[in-house]
Structure formats: structure tokens, C-alpha cells
């Protein structure tokens, strides 16, 4: 079938097709008119191919013209108008995916397939406006599809799903049916209807509060996955976010980067790649321009670096299939919700109890006629009851039976955690810190130990070289021109060609430089370029690089082997650790360029330059050459071999990297808190202990070891136990012995956190208690492995998440203290009550109306205050610490005392002390009681300081709560007497229940005036809980 065939039975299939090509560019209509026409020829093409022979279609396959590859087409394609050649966006994408070498031939390579996408692979796409909406609009956006969010129904009927929300319904309807029936539908609705009404206001409240939490739990997630890709447009290297990747992006990779998109390798070094979030294996995948070019969404770079063409983004990669079929369930349980859980249900199970004996009491209290109605008649006569009074009465008495259970039940203590959680993860993002997992806010609160880098985290990152030696001569301030040019040259290739980083001229003049890469990097090349004057583009066009060895956090060094493009001879040149360099040389280079011995003094010289500049808190980087005539190979395949030994070296430099400001302050905040700081890096012993005492790690006052990892690695288990503690300092470290610290300290009973920003620190960071990685350096690796981000980089931000994580838990610990309080008092009240009197003071209004303002009004007011200073002098709380304390146990059953005892007194003896009738007394018990509840709060806030009024004025939400709560009870008392079943009160009886509830505060003030032991209540009960006591303080 020739093309022609195809074309005329295409035109026919033109007019079956109205579909029309949208198209944000604004392109002519002969422009559109060519495009539709392509459009329709493939869709009708594709159409007749199934009729095709398979010879047919192997021979079409053959028409592609191999002298043109930039045209990816079929030849009756017409062209694309924006992206010549381009058939589909699946055309590019399924090379990819099939990781086809041949299709990936037939197309002309990554060369054709950049022309097509109208690329250049040095200088990148242009990237103005234009040019990435017109990529957008052709191949998509670089986003997946995600499960629907949870609309505001979904937790409304969560709500509903509660049993007893559904009996309290079921007796609500029944109640309503019975009053309109026996008082008409003017009056019968009040019982039924305000059950109806309270009990939609509880849904509500809590619905919206679930709701507002969970929109704020996506707002997060959305940040965190918004990782920085280093691109290149127009020539400049440049960030950008992962969304913002568009087809034919040129992306740069290095250690620890996620893969971006789909893609195909350009060019690079040691590119290794983990696809085991793909594949599910282990193993690292070499990639190469000739045998596996094909790069995929979401793997991660475990060695090397390189740069990838963007072949196609969001839906159209494997990722973005594979997450279009999962659906995620955000729903993460923490350890303080589990145990709350467990908490929850064991009051429930004595509410439980409580409720069901109230129930048998007041059931045999009814039938047997020992109850009355309000005008003092018996209300069962046995036969003579009417069957509706009856019913009635019985939906009452389990109404009031199962709203104790809803009292008692304390479902907002998981409210209170999720919302204590969302607003301090919420603070703690505008406090530089992102919290990837829940649990860590909690957890950050228990920490006994801190594990730091130095790079970064207490220093500014802010690289400088302000030391130069060449030989064992310092060349500072002297000028640079004297150095010999052949010397001058192996510096230019050692620097020029052994990094990662770039120099982009800027400006129209091209004088304005920009530098990028790591800091070590930026601060070399500046040096380089700015007082060595090398020009980068020369040396790399001059030179052609063999193999390279990528710099890691282990080797501590990287290595290049190069040839000139005129001349013999290869050339190995290694950048790193200076002490490390130097062992790797026998000779030196000196100022005249003279190569010398390096024997036994010189060499004790130069470990005397390095140490000199390392107790100067300086970085000692060692740059060092070798000339090859023949290029050895790695055992068992083809790979050039970087030679390792018999270096000369070429000079050392010193990178000054200043101390932050304000560390000092936090590392003493984090040790007057009871929490050890020490310090892991890879730096020299001298620069790690000058840097140490100068941030406060290490002082004279103590005795802390400075130590090495390969020291600390050669200990025996029983050496590391003895020592961990004491050790403040390692350095040359690998991710080895930062994870084998962790190890031992965690077994030694601490809650350890941990900083790492490399791909290596992964297994320690997943180790640690609570991962903190660095969000400016930090490794997408290193981020996924993490609990916490540290968004500057900062010491100074982990002492706030340490505040922020102890604020977590004493606010929970205050809502407890609260909640319990009114679980205790309302229990009580109602049991003694209902077995006494046979009646149940609170109606089920009321109570759910103390319901209300206890669990969610309480936690908002609750669980939203902010970290004070007090508890960075607390020590920290301890794995197997309770959750409710001694001094909490001691607050609450106080105030549940006081307020059992007087409102037990109003229910036997109010009618007659104050001479007031049944329902006044009936309101005062009701008004005196939330009363209480509200004043309570204000001593919930502080658990043992005296004075609960401390920064009060600085808590908006608490007052405004506060006042709310007040405005309302006002309402229920005075304006809804038949929906809440009230009696006005007078002023003087106002006065009587504030001057009641009030009564709380100083009594609160004594009882912080007790002493109490540190043993656990618990312990008391069970001898384990006792012993495992008593191991603990031997063992403190």
C-alpha cells in the first residue's frame, strides 16, 4: 500500500472526524489546517494498520530515511508545526519505556530525537514562556494523577458511623415520636428535637475540624514532594521545581538526585542507578550512551553523574502509570495516637460500666414506682401506665444512660493530637522545618541525643579559600604569576576537569561569571577562575576526559583520567581529603615546577601544613597528578583504571567555612535541656575539634572525647558501649560509623536524632529515632529517608523542632489532664445519683453540650500553645516515660474531687440550702458544672507551674474559646430553656456558680504546692512496672 493509498483513504476518513486540535500557541490557520490534517492521517492510519500485512508494516518501518534522522516520522506524517518530525508524544516515549536500542537507532539516536524536540544538548531548550507552554500543551505537564481528596461529606459521615451518635439518634427519633404524639407537634418536638440539634452540632464541630486538618495534612504533602532539579536553559545551569520539567529538558543528575522524568543518557561519568523502586532489585544499573541510555521517573542516582534528554513527563512515564493504579492513604497512626487509642478505650470500657449499671438502676428504679413526675405523682402504676409513658420513659433512661458513654468516652483525645500536630507542623514550616513524617513531631519531643553534621549545619556553608600552598611554600597575597606554567596548566585540568560544578559567563560582555555545584566546588573554581585565571570552556574543549571517579562521603575524593586533544600520553588527576592525597603521593611539585622526593621529613612538613590549617577550622583540600603512558584497565571488562599510587602532588588549598551565627546559643540550649550534642563529620580530627569548641560541643569543663572512625570502628561492642557516651567529636567518618553510633546509642536506651544530607547517610538516617536531612544540600535520597527537613540547612532550626517536638507532647498531656477531669466528675456525679435518687442530673442536651465544649473547643483551646521556654529546661521524656504523670494524676483527681463534692452537695442538699425549687436547682448543678470546666482550662495550661496565667495574653485562640464557651452557656441558661431544659438564674445565683467554678484556681495553687514522687502510679500496681523502676534509677 503505497503512501498516497494511505493518504487518499485517510481524506476519506476526514470527513467521519470533527474533532478539532486545541492550541494554546498562536498559530496561523494554515498552520492549524496542516496539523489537523496530521492529526487525522495518524489517527486513520492507525486505524487500517491491523489489516497489514506484518512484511507490510516491517517494510514501512524500512522508508525511514536513515540520511535524515531528526525526522521521527512515518512517511505519511506531515510535520508537526511546533516540533518538527514529532509523531506523538508515545512515538518518543515508547523507546523509552521499551528500552529499545534499535527503535532508539532508527530514530536517529538521542541526537535525532533532541533535533525533533527542537533541543540543544549543550545549551538546553530556550525555556521563555513561549517556548514551555507550547512543550506543555504537545506532551503534557510533569504531574500524576492522585486519588480524589475527602470532601467534607466523607467526614460527616465519619461522624455518623460513631455507635453511640447512632443510638443517641435512634432515641432521639423515638423521643420525638412519643412527645409529638402525647404533646402535639407545638410542644412534643423539645426532648427529641434538642437531642436532634446537639448531636448534629457535635457532628458538625467535629467534621469541620477533621476536614480543616486534613486539607492542611495535603498542603504539607504537596511542599514535600516539590523537589529542586538542576536544568540547563540557554546555556545556564539553573533550579527549578520537579512540576516545572518539560519535555526536551536537559537535566543534570549527581549522587543522591531522583530522576525526574523519563529520559535518555547525554553524557556523564559513573552514572549508576537504583531502580529498585521500579524493579524491586537491589542491584545498581550502569548507565551509558551505548548499552542502557534509558533513564526513568522516580529512580534515584546512587553513583556518578551525568545529564538526561526529558523524553516524556507526568502520566506518559512507567512512574506515572504505576501511580495512577495506587491509591494512597495519608491516614498515618503515630505512636502517642496509638497509645491514646488504647487509652481512649479503656475509659470507654469503664464509661461502659458505669453506663450500663446507671441503666439496670434507673430501669428497676422506674418499674418498681420509686420514680416521680414533676407534679409529685408515681410515674409506673404497673397496668394502669399508659403503654406510650412507658416507652417514653424507658427512651429517656437509655438516652441518659447512653449519652454518660458519650461523656465518657474521650474521642477527643485523637482530635487533639491530629490538631496539635497540624498547627505545629504548621508553625514549624515557617520555623524553616518540614515535617515529611507525623510521628517525628512527637518522637522529636523524647530526643536524648543529637547526631550533627558540620558542613552546613553548624557552619554557613559559605566556602572560601583562603589558604594556598604549592609545595611547602604559602603562596597567600604573593602574586600568582610566579607559579610555573606547567604547573599553572595541571592545575587548570585538575580543577577544570575534576568537578561537578560549572561556570556560566552572563552578561552581554560575558564578564558577569556565575558559579554552581557544591560549595566546595563553587568556592575552587571561583578561586581558580577569578586568581588563577583559568578559562573553563578552554580546558574542557583541549582535553578529553577517559573516566571519572565520583567524589562520596566514604572515598572522600574524586578522581579523572584525561588526554589532551594534541598531544601523548594520558593523564590522572585526584582532588580531596588532604591527608588522604598525600598518602597517595611519593613526589611533590614546588613553585618552579621542579618535581621533588618525597621522603619521610617533607612529608611530616606537609601533615604539619595540613594540621596547621585544620586548627584554623579550615577544609584542606589536596590536589595531586600523575602522567600515564599506558591507561590500565579494571579487571574483567573494558573500563580504564585510575591510577591510585605514586602521585606527585600538586598543591593544597584551605576553604574557610565561618561558624553561624546563633549555633553557639542553640547547642547550649539543646545541653542546658538534658539533650547531648555530637558532632560526625568527615572533616580532619584538628578542623572537627576547632570547629566543636568553637560552636560549644566540646568545653574545657568536660571530658569528651575527640575521636577517629576508624578508630571507633576497630573497638570491640563492649568498648564502643563503654565510650559512645562520651565521645563528642568524629571525624573522618564514614556513613558506616555515623550508623554504627546510632546503633550503639539506641541501644543504650537513647532516643537519638540524627542530620545527614548524603545519599550514604540514608541507612543512618532511617536507623535514628528521628531523621533530619538538610533541604539546601540534602540528596533526594537522604529527604526520602528522613522523618524531618531542615528547609536552611541550620543547627539553629533542629533546637526548634526539639522545642516544637517537646511543645507537641505537653500540649496533649495538658488536653489529657482537662478531658479526664470531666470524665471523672461526670461519671461519678451521674452514678451516685442514678443509684441514690434515681435520677441522672445532667439531661442528654447538657451533656453533650459539655461533650462539645470538652473535646473539640477544649483541644482547640488546648492544644495550640505555643513553645515556652520553661520546657527547654525539662529533662527529656523517656522511652517508657507515662503518658499521664504523677503531677498530672495529682491536678486532676484534685479538681474532680472539688467538683464531685460540690455538686453532689447541690443535688441532695441545693433545694433546701438555697430554697429554690427542683429545676433552678437542676440548672445550677448544669451551670456550675460547665462552669468548672471553663476555669479548669485555665489550670490545664500549666501542669506544675503556680502561676497559669503566664503568657496568656500572647494565646488568641485560647481566649477567644474561652469567650465563646461563656457567650454560650449564657445562651443555653437564660434564652433556650425548653431546648436545654434550664430555669433562668437570678444574678445572685450567677454569682454563686462563678464564685464556685472560681473556687478551682486557688485550689489548683495548693495543690501545686504538694510534692510527688517520680515512681509511676502504675508501678504501684505491678510488681514488672516496680522492678523495670528501679533497674532504670540504678542505672541513672
Not at 576526559?545 to 593523564?571: I, Q, T, W, Y
Not at 525539662?874 to 504523677?886: A, D, F, H, M, S
Not at 501542669?943 to 452557656?969: A, D, M, S
Request: one cysteine or more; glycine letters at 8%.
Amino acid at each position: 500500500m503505497s503512501s498516497g493509498s494511505a493518504i487518499l483513504a485517510n481524506s476519506q476518513c476526514m470527513n467521519l472526524l470533527s474533532t478539532d486540535l486545541h492550541d494554546t500557541v498562536n498559530l496561523s490557520v494554515r498552520s492549524k489546517k496542516r496539523w489537523h490534517l496530521a492529526f487525522v492521517t495518524i489517527y486513520c492510519s492507525r486505524a487500517f494498520f491491523p489489516r497489514f500485512k506484518q512484511q507490510e508494516i516491517s517494510t514501512k518501518w524500512s522508508k525511514i530515511s536513515p540520511e535524515s534522522p531528526s525526522k521521527v516520522i512515518l512517511d505519511v506524517v506531515q510535520e508537526h508545526p511546533l516540533f518538527t518530525g514529532v509523531e506523538y508524544q508515545s512515538s518518543i516515549a515508547k523507546v523509552v519505556k521499551d528500552k529499545s536500542l534499535d527503535h532508539l537507532a532508527k530514530l536517529g539516536g538521542v541526537e535525532g530525537i533532541s533535533s525533533s524536540l527542537k533541543t540543544d544538548l549543550q545549551h538546553g531548550i530556550t525555556g521563555d514562556l513561549e517556548d514551555i507552554s507550547s512543550r506543555s500543551e504537545a506532551f503534557g505537564t510533569n504531574t500524576y494523577q492522585k486519588p480524589p481528596t475527602k470532601s467534607f461529606l466523607h467526614f460527616v459521615w465519619e461522624a455518623f458511623k460513631d455507635p453511640t451518635i447512632l443510638i443517641l439518634l435512634l432515641c432521639a427519633a423515638l423521643s420525638l415520636g412519643f412527645g409529638i404524639k402525647e404533646n402535639g407537634p407545638k410542644e412534643g418536638w423539645y426532648d427529641g428535637g434538642s437531642i436532634f440539634v446537639a448531636v448534629f452540632l457535635v457532628i458538625s464541630v467535629s467534621a469541620i475540624s477533621n476536614f480543616r486538618q486534613n486539607r492542611q495534612f495535603e498542603k504539607l504533602s504537596k511542599v514535600s514532594s516539590n523537589i529542586p532539579v538542576e536544568v540547563v536553559r540557554k546555556g545556564r545551569r539553573q533550579q527549578i521545581t520537579i512540576f516545572e520539567i518539560v519535555v526536551g529538558e536537559v537535566v543534570c543528575l549527581k549522587i543522591g538526585d531522583q530522576v525526574p522524568a523519563d529520559g535518555l543518557f547525554i553524557e556523564g561519568h559513573s552514572l549508576q542507578v537504583d531502580e529498585s523502586s521500579m524493579t524491586g532489585e537491589s542491584d545498581h544499573v550502569e548507565i551509558n550512551a551505548y548499552q542502557k541510555p534509558f533513564l526513568f521517573s522516580g529512580t534515584k542516582v546512587a553513583d556518578g553523574y551525568g545529564k538526561m534528554l526529558v523524553t516524556s513527563v507526568g502520566m506518559n512515564t512507567i512512574w506515572g502509570e504505576m501511580m495512577s493504579t495506587i491509591s494512597r492513604d495519608s491516614n498515618e497512626q503515630t505512636p502517642l495516637q496509638t497509645r491514646l487509642n488504647k487509652l481512649t478505650s479503656s475509659i470507654g470500657k469503664v464509661g461502659l460500666a458505669v453506663a450500663f449499671l446507671v441503666l439496670v438502676v434507673l430501669l428497676v428504679r422506674y418499674f418498681t414506682g420509686n420514680t416521680e413526675d414533676n407534679n409529685g405523682n408515681k410515674e409506673f402504676n404497673g397496668s394502669r401506665t399508659k403503654a406510650d409513658d412507658v416507652i417514653n420513659a424507658v427512651v429517656r433512661i437509655i438516652a441518659a444512660a447512653v449519652t454518660i458513654v458519650v461523656v465518657a468516652i474521650p474521642e477527643g483525645l485523637p482530635l487533639a493530637v491530629t490538631l496539635t500536630l497540624a498547627y505545629s507542623m504548621k508553625r514549624m514550616m515557617a520555623d524553616q522545618a518540614m515535617v515529611r513524617k507525623l510521628s517525628a513531631c512527637e518522637t522529636m519531643g523524647s530526643a536524648t541525643t543529637i547526631c550533627t553534621d558540620k558542613t552546613g549545619t553548624l557552619t554557613m556553608n559559605q566556602m572560601k579559600v583562603t589558604k594556598f600552598w604549592l609545595g611547602n611554600e604559602s603562596l597567600q597575597g604573593m602574586d600568582y604569576s610566579l607559579i610555573s606554567s606547567d604547573v599553572l596548566e595541571l592545575f587548570y585540568q585538575g580543577i577544570g576537569l575534576n568537578t561537578t560544578g560549572s561556570v556560566y559567563r552572563s552578561g552581554i560582555s560575558g564578564t558577569d561569571l556565575e558559579f554552581s555545584g557544591s560549595p566546595t566546588e563553587k568556592a575552587i573554581l571561583s578561586w581558580a577562575v577569578l586568581d588563577l585565571n583559568m578559562d573553563m570552556e578552554a580546558v574542557k574543549r583541549n582535553c578529553n576526559v577517559l573516566k571519572v571517579e565520583a567524589f562520596n562521603s566514604e572515598k572522600k575524593r574524586s578522581g579523572v583520567l584525561m588526554k589532551k586533544v594534541e598531544g601523548d600520553g594520558s593523564h590522572v588527576h585526584w582532588k580531596g581529603a588532604a591527608e588522604m592525597i598525600l598518602a597517595m603521593c611519593s613526589h611533590y611539585y614546588d613553585m618552579k615546577g621542579d618535581i621533588k622526593y618525597l621522603n619521610d621529613l617533607e612529608r611530616v612538613k606537609f601533615d604539619q601544613i595540613i594540621q596547621g590549617m585544620a586548627a584554623s577550622s579550615l577544609r584542606c583540600i589536596a590536589f595531586a597528578h600523575k602522567q600515564v603512558l599506558e591507561v590500565e584497565h579494571e579487571r574483567g571488562d573494558n573500563h580504564p583504571k585510575i591510577q591510585e599510587s605514586g602521585l606527585t602532588l600538586l598543591g593544597m588549598v584551605g576553604l574557610k567555612d565561618p561558624c553561624r551565627p546563633g549555633v553557639k546559643k542553640a547547642v547550649e540550649d539543646c545541653q542546658f535541656a538534658g539533650v547531648k550534642v555530637k558532632m560526625i563529620t568527615g572533616d580532619n580530627v584538628f578542623t572537627a575539634k576547632a570547629i566543636a569548641t568553637e560552636c560549644g560541643i566540646l568545653r574545657p569543663d568536660q571530658d569528651g572525647i575527640v575521636i577517629e572512625g576508624v578508630e571507633f570502628r576497630g573497638y570491640t561492642d563492649e568498648e564502643r558501649m563503654e565510650k559512645v557516651d562520651k565521645i563528642c567529636v568524629m571525624a573522618r567518618s564514614s556513613p558506616f560509623d555515623k550508623l554504627l553510633m546510632v546503633q550503639c546509642l539506641k541501644r543504650k536506651g537513647h532516643v537519638v536524632a540524627v542530620t545527614g544530607d548524603g545519599t550514604n547517610d540514608a541507612p543512618a538516617l532511617k536507623e535514628a529515632d528521628i531523621g533530619l536531612s538538610m533541604g539546601i544540600q540534602g540528596t533526594e535520597v537522604a529527604k526520602e529517608s528522613s522523618d524531618i527537613v531542615i528547609l536552611d540547612d541550620n543547627f539553629a532550626s533542629v533546637a526548634t523542632v526539639l522545642r516544637w517536638g517537646r511543645c507537641v507532647y505537653n500540649n496533649i498531656q495538658k488536653f489529657i489532664q482537662f478531658q479526664l477531669t470531666v470524665n471523672v466528675a461526670a461519671l461519678v456525679i451521674n452514678f451516685v445519683a442514678a443509684v441514690s435518687a434515681g435520677e441522672v442530673p445532667l439531661t442528654a442536651v447538657q451533656l453533650l453540650w459539655v461533650n462539645l465544649i470538652m473535646d473539640t473547643l477544649g483541644a482547640l483551646a488546648l492544644a495550640t500553645e505555643k513553645p515556652t521556654k520553661e520546657l527547654m529546661n525539662q529533662k527529656p521524656v523517656g522511652r517508657t516515660e507515662p503518658l499521664i504523670t504523677n503531677v498530672m494524676w495529682r491536678n486532676l483527681l484534685s479538681q474532680a474531687l472539688y467538683q464531685i463534692s460540690v455538686l453532689l452537695i447541690l443535688q441532695f442538699r441545693g433545694e433546701s440550702i438555697l430554697s429554690i425549687s427542683k429545676r433552678v436547682n437542676d440548672t445550677l448543678i448544669f451551670n456550675t458544672f460547665v462552669l468548672c470546666q471553663v476555669f479548669n482550662e485555665f489550670n490545664a495550661r500549666k501542669l506544675e507551674k503556680k502561676n497559669v496565667f503566664e503568657g496568656i495574653h500572647k494565646n488568641k485562640l485560647f481566649l477567644g474559646i474561652v469567650g465563646i464557651t461563656l457567650i454560650l452557656q449564657v445562651v443555653m441558661v437564660e434564652f433556650l430553656k425548653k431546648f436545654a431544659d434550664t430555669e433562668r438564674l437570678n444574678w445572685g445565683q450567677w454569682g454563686l456558680c462563678i464564685g464556685i467554678a472560681a473556687a478551682s484556681w486557688p485550689i489548683g495553687w495548693l495543690v501545686k504546692c504538694i510534692p510527688v514522687t517520680e515512681r509511676p502510679v502504675s508501678s504501684f500496681f505491678s510488681f514488672k512496672n516496680f522492678l523495670r523502676h528501679q533497674h532504670s534509677r540504678n542505672y541513672a
